[in-house]
């Protein structure tokens, strides 16, 4: 990763590790995991943590892998193909049970959607349907491939739009947000920028984002549509990632030497 060739190997390592760490446990955290950072650490060394269920450590092995197959297309030039979105599909989802509904690493077979509260009712939201999915995935790798990143502000951008559309689609049975954090930091960790963590503990402020601008139209319904809906929606999101950005830097400035 180019963000970190500044720091010697030895430092590189205790860098990488401790990201690792962090982006694992808060990923899977927004999607309810309850092991605490000390455990997520001990779970990555291989220990089995009691009061947990084998579904909560798996989450954090699966993670692990997955960031391992990102590090791995980064040093394959960072393009990706519907095979590869599969694959990591797979490496987050590698369940116990097979579920001809839900299948892992295979795009949705059945539409799928989420209830959000409007007007302090719920409402069901339904994501893009199956019969469009596969073309407008197209789209977003054709997005996500074309990318050119000249700056931090390009940077949190593409993350955003990519990030956005591809929970908008929500193009798998499950593991969507999982690999939206993993897929949208590529074209930032290619740049030269360390990567953009999403924390846990604003999950209510996340989740409430991306609910907004599906029910006010996010969403793509026919493969014509924009993958994107620019305004004022987007824009709440674009500034939630730049807030979020920050934290990285934090960690980094504990490795930085005196001056």
């Known amino acids: 990763m180019k963000f970190l060739e500044k720091y010697p190997k030895d430092v590189r390592t205790a860098i990488f590790d401790e990201i690792k760490l962090k982006w694992t446990f808060h990923s899977t955290g927004l999607e309810g995991n309850t092991l605490t950072l000390g455990e997520t650490k001990d779970v990555i060394a291989g220990m089995t943590i009691s009061g947990h269920s084998l579904v909560e450590h798996k989450e954090v092995y699966e993670h692990v892998r997955a960031i391992d197959l990102v590090s791995e297309l980064l040093d394959q030039g960072g393009k990706i193909s519907l095979d590869y979105l599969n694959r990591l599909n797979h490496a987050v ?21 989420c209830q959000v509260f409007v007007d302090g ?11 469009v999915t596969e073309p407008l995935m197209r789209k977003w790798i054709k997005l996500f491939n074309g990318a050119n990143v000249n700056s931090f502000d390009d940077a949190i951008k593409l993350f955003a739009q990519l990030h956005i559309s591809f929970t908008s689609i929500h193009p798998y049975a499950d593991g969507n947000g999982r690999m939206a954090r993993l897929l949208s930091n590529i074209p930032v960790l290619l740049a030269g920028y360390p990567p953009i963590i999403l924390s ?3 999950k209510e402020e996340y989740i ?13 319904n026919h493969t014509n549509d924009e993958l994107v809906m620019l305004g004022e929606e987007f824009d709440k ?3 939630f990632v730049k807030k979020e950005s920050q934290a990285v830097y934090e960690l980094l400035s504990k490795y930085e030497k005196p001056q």
């Open 200 to 202: 846990r503990e604003n």
């Open 93 to 113: 989802m590698d369940k116990l049970t097979v579920d001809v509904m839900a299948p892992v690493g295979e795009l949705k077979c059945q539409d799928n959607g």
């Open 237 to 239: 999101f674009e500034i």
């Open 121 to 131: 009712r719920l409402k069901w939201i339904q994501y893009s349907p199956v019969e």
């Open 208 to 220: 409430s984002i991306l609910s907004q601008y599906c029910r006010n139209g996010g969403i793509p």
